[in-house]
């Protein structure tokens, strides 16, 4: 059975750059594989959203520059989806709100707790 798209051999000849400049450039400067796992489990979980679609977003550009330059309408996609995550967060429903509420309530109480101490002269 063959599969239909582009195989390792093809993809490889069509990088933009050298197949070992690529590989260097995602496996070692863009740790794609921990970051794949570590974002889209922290996507699943709702926690550190913007964080992990900037990262998800930065490995999606990644491979439509380097590995799959023809594959853009299935990146921009991706892309759209992350920017809006990027942006607007994940909603009030998530971890992200959660401590950010606390984070605020916790900052508003300590500034209840600052006395004026000057003598008003």
Known sequence: MKFPGPTRQSAISRLIVGPVLAALIVHRWLPSACRRTICKSA?????????????????????EIFVYPQAWPTH???????????????GTLSFDSLIER????????????????????
């Open 76 to 90: 921009i996609q991706w892309a759209a989806m992350l920017l809006i995550l990027l942006c607007r967060g994940a």
């Open 43 to 63: 996507m699943l979980v709702v926690v550190f959203t913007r964080p992990a679609a900037l990262g998800l977003f930065g490995m999606t550009a990644v491979i």
């Open 102 to 121: 606390l984070r605020s309530r916790s900052l508003t109480s300590a500034d209840d707790l600052n006395v004026n101490f000057s003598d008003g002269s």
